[in-house]
C-alpha cells in the first residue's frame, strides 16, 4: 500500500507573509492615549505561509511564492518556513519592508490588528506569471486574498428592465466600483416558457457570465445576484 506521502500532490501555495508583533495588554488604550503594555512577541505569520507551514507539517510536498523585504523579518520567515519543510527558493526579494502584522490584545483576549501589506504588494501578476513552471507543476494551488488581484466587475443586462441597469449604474457609480456591461437575449429566449423559466433563465444566466468572462481573460469567477 502507498503511503500518503507517495500519492499526496505537489502543493504550491501562492499568498502573503508576514511578521506578526503581538503586544499584550492590560486594556487597550483610548484615541489619544499612550498605555503600558505587559509583552511583546514576534511570531510569523500571514495567511499564505500559515498554510504552507500547516501542509507541510501535515506532510505535504510544498513550495511557497510569495515576497519579502531584504530585511531580518524576510530572512526569519524564510527560515521559518525552510524549517517546516517548505521549498523557499522561488520567493521574490524585494526593497520594500517585509510585511507585519501589529496585533493588540487585552488581558479579556479581545484584539484589534493593523497590517502593513509591504512586500506582499510585490507578488503581483508579473511575478506569478514569471513562476508558470512551478504554476503548471502544482497539483493543488491555495490562494488567499492578502496579495494584489486584478477584478473585472462584470454585469449582464438580461433586457427585461431598463430601471434595474439604470440602478446598477447608479449604485455602481455612488461606490467607486468600476463595471463591464454586456447585452444578453435571454429575457427574449424565456419570456414565453411557461415550465421554469426562472431555472432556465438563471442556468442561461452563468452560461452567459462564463463566457463573456472567459472572452475577458478572467480564470476565476465568483457569481452573485
Known amino acids: 500500500m502507498k503511503e500518503?506521502?507517495?500519492?499526496m500532490a505537489k502543493i504550491l501555495v501562492a499568498g502573503s507573509l508576514n511578521m506578526d508583533l503581538r503586544f499584550s495588554m492590560k486594556r487597550m488604550p483610548l484615541e489619544g492615549e499612550t498605555g503600558?503594555?505587559?509583552?511583546?512577541m514576534y511570531n510569523p505569520g500571514g495567511k499564505g505561509a500559515n498554510q504552507a507551514a500547516a501542509a507541510a507539517k501535515l506532510g505535504g510536498d510544498v513550495a511557497m511564492l510569495g515576497a519579502v523585504g531584504?530585511?531580518?523579518f524576510g530572512e526569519t520567515l524564510a527560515k521559518s518556513l525552510a524549517d517546516c519543510g517548505c521549498d523557499v527558493s522561488g520567493l521574490r526579494k524585494v526593497t520594500a519592508p517585509t510585511g507585519t502584522a501589529s496585533i493588540y490584545v487585552d488581558e479579556m483576549g479581545r484584539n484589534s490588528i493593523v497590517v502593513i501589506a509591504g512586500a506582499n504588494a510585490y507578488c503581483d501578476m508579473e511575478y506569478l506569471k514569471s513562476c508558470e513552471e512551478l504554476l503548471?507543476?502544482?497539483?493543488?494551488?491555495?490562494?488567499q486574498?492578502?496579495?494584489p488581484f486584478e477584478a473585472v466587475n462584470?454585469?449582464?443586462?438580461?433586457g427585461y428592465n431598463s430601471e434595474n441597469r439604470r440602478l446598477i449604474e447608479r449604485n455602481a457609480r455612488s461606490l467607486g466600483i468600476p463595471i463591464t456591461i454586456f447585452e444578453s437575449t435571454i429575457f427574449d429566449a424565456v419570456d414565453t416558457v411557461e415550465k421554469n423559466p426562472c431555472y432556465l433563465c438563471a442556468r442561461m444566466r452563468r452560461g452567459y457570465l462564463y463566457s463573456k468572462a472567459k472572452e475577458l481573460g478572467?480564470?476565476?469567477i465568483a457569481l452573485g445576484h
Do not use: A, F, H, R
Open 136 to 143: 503548471e507543476g502544482c497539483g493543488i494551488l491555495m490562494l
Open 36 to 40: 503600558l503594555g505587559d509583552g511583546l
Open 145 to 147: 486574498l492578502e496579495i
Open 218 to 220: 478572467c480564470n476565476k
Open 70 to 72: 531584504k530585511d531580518g
Open 154 to 158: 462584470l454585469v449582464m443586462d438580461p
Open 4 to 7: 500518503w506521502k507517495d500519492i
